[in-house]
Every structure is written in C-alpha cells, then in structure tokens.
T-cell receptor, first 114, second 109 residues
Framework: DTAVSQTPKYLVTQMGNDKSIKCEQN?????MYWYKQDSKKFLKIMFS???????INETVPNRFSPKSPDKAHLNLHINSLELGDSAVYFC?????????????FGPGTRLTVT | GQQVMQIPQYQHVQEGEDFTTYCNSS?????IQWYKQRPGGHPVFLIQ?????EVKKQKRLTFQFGEAKKNSSLHITATQTTDVGTYFC?????????FGAGTILRVKS
C-alpha cells in the first residue's frame, strides 16, 4: 500500500512545454506539500495546501501552479518549462497543518528539461 | 530568509567508524526534525526533538537538541553500509519546515 504516490516518476521534456505532476496520499492527512530538490540535494518548499486551501506559497515563478481538487490530491502544473526547472520534485503530506507533525514524502518525480 | 546550516557537506567513513552531522540555526527553533534519504530515494522521517537539551536514541543513532534550541546533532555509532545516504535536519520556522543542505554519508566496507 503506497502512502504517498506521484506520477510520473520520470519526465523528460523540452523547453517551452507545459507539464503536470500528480500526487495522491491515502493516509487521510489534511496537509500536502510540494518540494523541489536541486542537483545539490537542497530541499526547498514550494507550496503547501491544507484541506484544499493554499497556506504556503514560497517565492516560486508563477509558471508553477498547484491545484488541490480534494485533500488527498495535490497536483503541480508547470508552464513554459525552462532548463532551470530540472530537478526532483517531491510531494509530501502530514496529518495536520501544524509543523510539529512529521512529513511523509512521495517517491519523487525527476524532471529533465532539454 | 530562515536558514539551517548543516555540516559537513560530505563524510566518507570506514565501516565501523562513527559519524556525526551538525545543524545550526541563527534563531531559536520550536523543534527540529531529522530525515534520511537513501541514494535515489525520498526523505524518510527519523525523529523529532522538541525540548531544550533533549537526547533521543534509536539503536546506533543518537540525536541531540541544544540547550538554546538553536543547534542539533545526529551521531551514528559504528557505521554500517546500510547507513549510507543523505541526512537532513529540518527546523520549524513559523508554519514551514526549512531543511538544512544535508550531509552525504558514504561508508567504505
């Protein structure tokens, strides 16, 4: 039973294209996150949703648009992809919005922009 | 912005040697979490420290939270090849988790 799942696992695309990454959690958690991990392994939060409500929106280009149709799903759409968008994108979830809860990460989506 | 400094960046040890990674914050943390990411894998929660001066152990892993709640450490005794990976500390600032840059541990057998 996969707790936090992401699709696709790998995504190779050309500059200028638009792509989406999907995330689902079956843990019954209220809060979901998107993180970007660059080539140096640095993990940075991008967005967080709590019960479909956006609660964290870091300084991210507006080409990135998250969407949460329900509290078990959080998708990430990226417009006009650039070379610098190449990274591993992790979805995560936690039981509540309070940061005292541990986060459960998905397997990651490796995005390569050529 | 808020930063959690983590050192060293890399550590290459012989199997059986000890390993320590350190995290420092310029501001007081409400709590700190530690995660492990195996090569090619995703971060996995290890532990959370909340109290000033707290020490927690998980088998060969010892976690400490400083008295001022501004620093933390993870110590692994007698490393094994299964310990390889990147260890991240993450501090809570407001409503978000800010990760340190991670320490990559390699173990030579």
């Amino acid at each position: 039973d996969t707790a936090v799942s992401q699709t696709p696992k790998y995504l190779v695309t050309q500059m200028g294209n638009d792509k989406s990454i999907k995330c689902e959690q079956n843990l019954g958690h209220d809060t979901m996150y998107w993180y970007k991990q660059d080539s140096k392994k640095f993990l940075k939060i991008m967005f967080s949703y709590n019960n479909k409500e956006l609660i964290i929106n870091e300084t991210v280009p507006n080409r990135f648009s998250p969407k949460s149709p329900d509290k078990a799903h959080l998708n990430l759409h990226i417009n006009s992809l650039e070379l610098g968008d190449s990274a591993v994108y992790f979805c995560a979830s936690s039981p509540r919005r309070e940061v005292s809860y541990e986060q459960y990460f998905g397997p990651g989506t490796r995005l390569t922009v050529t | 912005g808020q930063q959690v400094m983590q050192i060293p960046q890399y550590q290459h040890v012989q199997e059986g040697e000890d390993f320590t990674t350190y995290c420092n914050s310029s501001t007081t943390l409400s709590n700190i979490q530690w995660y492990k990411q195996r090569p090619g894998g995703h971060p996995v929660f290890l532990i959370q420290l909340v109290k000033s001066g707290e020490v927690k152990k998980q088998k060969r892993l010892t976690f400490q939270f400083g008295e001022a709640k501004k620093n933390s450490s993870l110590h692994i005794t007698a490393t094994q090849t299964t310990d390889v990976g990147t260890y991240f500390c993450a501090g809570h600032y407001g409503n978000k988790l800010v990760f340190g840059a991670g320490t990559i541990l390699r173990v030579k057998s």
